[in-house]
């Protein structure tokens, strides 16, 4: 009675057949300038995320606002992760098991839109990233696999040295 | 007998919230969003359903880190706005179907997909933004809503196959409902985006674009598609568009597109918007003892 699996043989194995674990999590680090919100990080970043999450209340709010580090100080968080958070470095706390949407209720808290923040992590400044945006964003070419541009990068070298 | 009427996907920027909210649609920046939904808009007024099943995930508003469901069904009775850390949106509470809404999370259990059951939460931009989006701003959303809400935040979301079967099985439930009812599926979320790190901005229009041309006719490639495809070529964020395979999956084996816009960008965003209309709404029967009894009950 059970129907044929239409991804069985489809263009890709990977999902609907069996599924190595490892080569699934593994195909995530190959991501340029990306990471991916992973049960390890997710573990990693519990409490910065639920410290983050608390911040949806207003009352929260204005006792972080009165004093951050104090606010800090009551989540069982680590010291990288404390620091982070003040110099709102958003790219360390992705590193640091941080999530972009509950890291929003820090930026929010703020008054930081979405866009102006997320172009903190891009090293580019707010006018530059809108213009790019606007412009029909950042092209996928050259940014889908850090193994790919080495692969290309050594062949281009290869070619040179002949 | 409950029947479902059409497929609605949408993008569900936060920004669209606040450009509704503040009428700033009049803006250069956010006129050609405005053009683009207007149509649909008079198209939903005259095809009206009586229960739209919306189709969305929650961004760390009802649901913390201390409960992922993968997928959850509204039950309760209504829904008010959430507090996203600037107040809630300013829009109507939403009103949901709890008999539909049982009805289905219990032919979905038999048929063997594990729900989580919401009886009373908030519901944040992924499901209000939508609303406005195809409704504007009345006084009172003119439908009842079913959330169902999907993990795609904390990884592995489900796949897209996984997806696409639940689209199926939420039209057997839909489908053995005794009350005569009109139902839409909504997907929400998308289309390509990244919020995050270095690579944060990513838009790929080619993909989106083929994506969409998918989501008609009687191919069922886009269910194949593997959670790094997404990641690759549509950002970190574009793995929402899985939810609207759910929607697809629910409208059966063939369909036709009635309307489709596609722009960029809204914020960080593109957005994305399609009409669907069943041809043949025909889905597999359920694989499961239970839910091929269940099914039966009902003829």
Redesign the interface.
């Known amino acids: ?3 044929k ?3 069985e043989n ?3 194995q ?3 057949g069996p599924i190595d674990i490892h080569a ?1 999590l593994g ?2 680090d190959d ?9 390890k990080r ?1 573990r990693q970043g ?1 409490h910065l ?2 410290f ?2 608390s ?4 009352e929260n ?1 204005e006792r972080w606002k009165a004093d951050e580090r104090a606010y800090l100080d009551l989540w069982p968080m680590t010291e990288d992760q404390k620091l982070a958070v003040l110099a709102r470095d ?2 360390r706390l ?1 590193d640091l098991g941080g ?4 890291l ?2 820090v930026f ?2 703020d008054g930081l ?3 102006q923040a ?2 903190t ?3 580019m400044s707010v006018e530059d ?1 809108q213009a ?3 412009a ?5 070419e050259g ?3 850090i193994k790919a541009n080495r692969d290309a990068e050594g062949a281009a070298v290869t070619k040179e040295s002949r | 007998m409950a029947r479902i009427t059409h497929g609605i996907a949408c993008s569900h920027i936060p920004a669209l919230g606040v450009a509704s909210d503040f009428d700033k649609w009049e803006d250069p920046y956010w006129k050609p969003i405005q053009e683009g939904f207007a149509p649909t808009r008079k198209w939903e007024a005259e095809n009206l359903p009586d229960v739209v099943i919306l189709v969305y995930n929650d961004h760390a508003s009802a649901f913390d880190m201390k409960i992922i469901p993968t997928f959850a069904i509204g039950c309760g009775e209504s829904y008010k706005p959430a507090d996203e850390g600037w107040g809630p949106r300013a829009v109507p509470d939403v009103e949901g179907h709890p008999d539909l809404a049982w009805h289905i999370a219990q032919s979905l259990i038999l048929d063997e997909f594990d729900m989580t059951i919401i009886n009373e939460m908030d519901v944040d931009h992924g499901l209000t933004v939508p609303l406005s989006m195809v409704f504007g701003k009345p006084a009172k959303w003119p439908v009842k809503v079913i959330p169902l809400a999907v993990n795609v935040v904390t990884y592995p979301p489900p796949s897209g196959n996984r997806c696409w079967a639940l689209g199926e099985a939420i039209a057997r439930a839909v489908e053995s409902f005794p009350e005569d009812l009109k139902v839409q599926v909504w997907g929400t979320g998308g289309m390509s985006h990244q919020l995050q790190g270095p690579r944060a901005g990513l838009i790929n229009a080619e993909w989106d674009q083929m994506f969409l041309d998918k989501l008609s006719g009687d191919t069922q490639e886009l269910r194949c598609i593997p959670h790094i495809e997404y990641l690759r070529e549509t950002g970190s964020e574009g793995i929402e568009m899985v939810m609207w395979l759910i929607m697809r999956g629910a409208l059966g084996k063939e369909t036709r597109e009635l309307r489709r816009f596609y722009h960029v960008p809204a914020s960080n965003t593109a957005v994305g918007h399609i009409v669907l209309e069943p041809v043949n709404g025909a889905v597999p029967p359920s694989a499961t003892v239970e839910g091929a009894a269940s099914q039966h009950l009902a003829d």
């Not at chain 1, 991501?31 to 049960?39: E, K, L, M, S």
């Not at chain 1, 911040?55 to 207003?58: F, R, S, T, V």
């Not at chain 1, 999530?99 to 509950?102: C, E, L, M, R, S």
């Open positions: 009675m059970t129907d699996n239409p991804c489809g263009p890709d990977k999902i609907g699934y195909e995530f991501i340029p300038g990306t990471r991916v919100y992973t049960a997710a519990y995320n639920q983050a999450m911040l949806m209340k207003a709010r958003y790219n992705l999530n972009i949407y509950f929003a209720k929010s808290t839109s979405f866009l997320v172009s992590m891009t090293g990233y790019m945006m606007i029909g964003g950042r092209s996928p940014v889908r696999s």
